[in-house]
């Protein structure tokens, strides 16, 4: 069996290794095996692994925060999965072939879902839909705004904005996204800059935003902070610029704007298994008719993490780098 493990935290394709494991024993009453079909790298994992992310988790580690499985094995007790069921894996260590976990770890998703498409719904989408639905009471016809608008929570976000008559401006560092972007689904695609403010005033004069979703922070989280009407919020769950969130005295005095942050990590700890299941039965079936569609730029397999790795790091791709540790199935 192959997997991927830490042994220091440093730069990402340099410090992870393909290593050889025993295949997991028999499982317990309570637990499931499983197989990892797919896996996203997420921005997170990169974080992680470079030891920059909330916590360090103890060294030696096997990473992998989200993934789709199929069960080979139920403990005695088990009654919420079968062998052979198609399942999101709650574990945070997904990049190995095959493991034992609890059963309270997985949920069974819907088997006609594509697979690779299922590995990447326990974080971007949920993301999405509960920065959409936490911080604001979105009206048909309102707007919400979000920057880095081509990743794969911008593209879950612009999705479901959709699905539900929300109307989406949509800000990227890069003018051949207004294309595609505009093909998702969204309704207005503008490129950063000083006069964000000016560009998205000209096409939400009839309603601005009061929702604001940043993954950027520092002088974005301002220049998206511009483009709300006041008493509005900027939702900020990621620091792709490196720097502080910044917001100015006239945007939090004057205009009683406000600046709150999102982890999905911590939401889904204090999350009830039945809304948990409901959430993802919700999210799953817009998997399954086509609603939710992230863009892959490429999969590898264990053997090549360093590739994947290294890959996943880049800037200006066009979709997610996934792992496949048992080969591409469906
Ligand atoms: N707080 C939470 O619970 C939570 C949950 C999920 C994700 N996140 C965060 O959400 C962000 C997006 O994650 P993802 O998985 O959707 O990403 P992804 O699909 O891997 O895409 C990465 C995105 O980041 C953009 N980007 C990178 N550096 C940037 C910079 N300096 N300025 C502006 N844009 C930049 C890229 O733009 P280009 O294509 O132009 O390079 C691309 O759109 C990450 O910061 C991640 O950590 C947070």
């Given at each position: 069996m192959l997997a991927i493990e830490l042994t220091a935290f440093g730069t990402p394709h340099e410090v992870c290794r393909c290593i050889e494991i025993d295949a997991p024993g028999e499982p317990g009453p309570d637990e499931v095996t499983i197989e990892s079909l797919a896996c996203p790298i997420n921005p997170a994992e990169i974080l992680l692994l470079a030891g920059l992310y909330a916590s360090k988790p103890p060294l030696p580690y096997r990473p992998g925060i989200e993934g789709v499985a199929r069960v080979t094995a139920i403990g005695a007790e088990v009654k919420s999965v079968k062998v052979g069921d198609k399942v999101m894996s709650l574990s945070r260590n997904n990049w190995q072939q095959s493991f034992n976990l609890p059963a309270t770890d997985v949920i069974a998703v819907p088997e006609q879902a594509d697979t690779l498409q299922l590995a990447m719904l326990k974080v971007n989408p949920a993301t999405a839909w509960l920065m959409l639905t936490q911080y604001a009471d979105l009206k048909p016809g309102d707007w919400v705004i979000q920057n880095a608008a081509n990743s794969g929570v911008g593209h879950s976000l612009i999705q479901l904005a959709k699905a539900n008559g929300w109307r989406s401006v949509n800000v990227v560092r890069r003018e051949d996204l207004i294309a595609p972007l505009m093909l998702a689904g969204a309704d207005a695609v503008i490129v950063d800059g000083p006069d964000l403010a000016e560009r998205c005033k000209a096409i939400t004069a009839d309603a601005p935003p009061m929702l604001a979703i940043d993954a950027v922070a520092g002088t974005a989280t301002t220049r998206l902070a511009d483009c709300l009407a006041d008493?509005?919020?900027?939702?900020?769950?990621?620091?792709?610029?490196?720097?502080?969130?910044?917001?100015?005295?006239?945007?939090?005095?004057?205009?009683?704007?406000?600046?709150?942050?999102?982890?999905?990590?911590?939401?889904?700890?204090?999350?009830?298994?039945?809304?948990?299941?409901?959430?993802?039965?919700?999210?799953?079936?817009?998997?399954?008719?086509?609603?939710?569609?992230?863009?892959?730029?490429?999969?590898?397999?264990?053997?090549?993490?360093?590739?994947?790795?290294?890959?996943a790091a880049r800037s200006g791709r066009s979709g997610k780098i996934l792992l496949t540790p048992n080969g591409v199935q469906s």
């Open positions: 008493d509005g919020t900027v939702v900020n769950y990621g620091f792709l610029s490196g720097d502080p969130c910044q917001m100015t005295p006239n945007q939090i005095v004057f205009r009683s704007m406000s600046l709150t942050g999102f982890w999905l990590a911590k939401l889904l700890g204090g999350m009830p298994r039945d809304a948990m299941e409901t959430q993802y039965a919700m999210l799953s079936k817009l998997v399954v008719d086509g609603t939710l569609n992230t863009p892959i730029e490429a999969t590898y397999g264990l053997n090549d993490i360093n590739a994947a790795l290294e890959h």
